[in-house]
C-alpha cells in the first residue's frame, strides 16, 4: 500500500491532468447534486470554502444559498491556536483577503469572535482523495482533523455538524492509511451523486 504522501501526490497529479474547462464542468454538475441533498436543503447554517487550482468549486452555490436566507461561513487560518481554522460568516458583500496559501478568506479583525462548531449544521470540505469507508485525505497540513476533533466522538452515530467530503468522483481509491487523528466524513458528493457513509 503506498504511503500518505505517496497517494496524495499521486492523487494531485492525477488532478492536474484534467483541464480547467473540465473540473468548472464537474464542479457544476457537484453544485446540483449538493443543492438538491438534504445537507444544503434542510439545514440552515453551511460552512463552504472557496476552491484553489483544479479543487471543485462551490462558488456556484453562494448566490443560491443566499437567497434561500441560508447563513454561510468560510474557513479563515486561525492566529491562536495555530494549526486549526476558524469559521467566519460569510455575506454577500464581506471583502475578502488572499491568506498565505492563496485562498480567499473574509476580511475580519484579529479578535473576531469565531463561530462555535456545534453551531454549524454542515461543513462541506475540499479534499484530495477518499476512500468507500468515509476516510479523507487532505493537502497534509492537517488544518480540518484538529478543528474538527474538538466536537467528534467516535462512539456516537450523530455528529454536529455533519462532515460532507467534495470530490470528483477519481480522487476515490481503494482504500486511505489511516491516522489516529483523522476525522472520517459522513458523506461525499461527486458528480456521481451524494453518497453517505456509517462512520460509527
Not at 19 to 27: G, P
Not at 50 to 56: C, D, F, K, L, M
Not at 172 to 183: A, H, K, L
Request: with cysteine.
Amino acid at each position: 500500500m503506498p504511503t500518505r504522501k505517496q497517494l496524495r501526490n499521486e492523487l494531485k497529479q492525477r488532478r492536474n491532468t484534467h483541464s480547467k474547462a473540465q473540473c468548472q464542468e464537474l464542479s457544476l454538475q457537484i453544485c446540483e447534486h449538493i443543492r438538491r441533498s438534504k445537507p444544503f436543503t434542510h439545514r440552515q447554517r453551511l460552512a463552504l470554502y472557496y476552491s484553489i487550482g483544479n479543487e471543485v468549486s462551490l462558488e456556484h452555490l453562494f448566490h443560491y444559498a443566499w437567497t434561500l436566507n441560508k447563513t454561510l461561513f468560510l474557513p479563515v487560518l486561525s492566529h491562536f491556536p495555530k494549526g486549526h481554522l476558524w469559521w467566519i460568516k460569510f455575506l454577500e458583500h464581506t471583502p475578502l483577503y488572499l491568506n498565505r496559501y492563496q485562498i480567499p478568506e473574509p476580511v475580519h479583525p484579529a479578535r473576531a469572535r469565531r463561530t462555535k462548531l456545534r453551531s454549524l449544521d454542515v461543513i462541506f470540505m475540499p479534499l484530495v482523495g477518499f476512500d468507500d469507508k468515509g476516510n479523507r485525505l487532505g493537502m497534509g497540513g492537517g488544518y480540518y482533523d484538529r478543528s474538527l476533533s474538538r466536537c467528534f466522538r467516535p462512539s456516537t452515530a450523530w455528529h454536529r455538524p455533519v462532515r460532507v467530503g467534495v470530490a470528483y468522483s477519481w480522487q476515490q481509491v481503494t482504500s486511505i492509511p489511516v491516522e489516529t487523528w483523522d476525522i472520517p466524513l459522513d458523506a461525499i458528493v461527486t458528480e456521481q451523486g451524494v453518497h453517505w457513509f456509517n462512520t460509527k
